[in-house]
Each structure stands twice: as structure tokens, then as C-alpha cells.
């Protein structure tokens, strides 16, 4: 018996249903732009290669700076502020 995987998607079968899907991408989604202090929900777009952990999936977050083309994003979440580093194209204005 080969041991299971335990893979970002791992038990989430469900998340990977046709409506689920992250959305294809636009032009748009490549070049937004965020200044510090702005409000920004988090939506898995594009491949799944970069995404943020699908806990953060829909999470309102601020943006507190920038880190080469991603952004720096603070959430909360489940009781606890997280730091996370977020692509620009998973980012939405919120």
C-alpha cells in the first residue's frame, strides 16, 4: 500500500468541482494596483500552482505592502492575524 498524499487539495474534492474552479484570467487581473491600507478579498483565480491555502478562500484582508508583484495581505482568521503573500491576481478589491 502506497501512503496518501497530503497535498494542498488533499480531502477538498469538493473544491475542485466545475463551479469551484478558479476563474480564467484577464489582461485586467495582471496589472491591478494596491496602495497600503486598502481592503482586498482573496479569489483563487487562474492555475492552481500559486494560490493562497484554501482556508484563506473569500477572506477579507489589508494590505500592508508589497513583495516584488505579490502583495502583503493581513487576515484574520480563526482568532489569529496571519501575514500572507499574495499574488496580484488572486486579489479582488473589497
Not at 476563474?23 to 495582471?30: H, N
Not at 482586498?40 to 516584488?68: E, L, M, S
Not at 502583503?72 to 499574488?87: D, E, F, I, Q, Y
Amino acid at each position: 500500500m502506497s501512503k496518501r498524499s497530503t497535498g494542498l487539495f488533499s480531502g477538498r474534492s469538493r473544491h475542485l468541482a466545475r463551479h469551484h474552479r478558479p476563474s480564467l484570467l484577464s489582461i485586467d487581473s495582471a496589472i491591478k494596483e494596491f496602495s497600503s491600507g486598502d481592503r482586498v478579498a482573496i479569489v483563487p483565480k487562474g492555475a492552481f500552482r500559486d494560490i493562497p491555502h484554501p482556508r484563506y478562500r473569500g477572506k477579507i484582508g489589508t494590505v500592508i505592502g508589497r513583495r516584488g508583484s505579490a502583495y502583503v495581505v493581513r487576515v484574520r482568521n480563526m482568532g489569529a492575524t496571519r501575514t500572507l503573500v499574495v499574488p496580484v491576481r488572486h486579489l479582488e478589491k473589497a
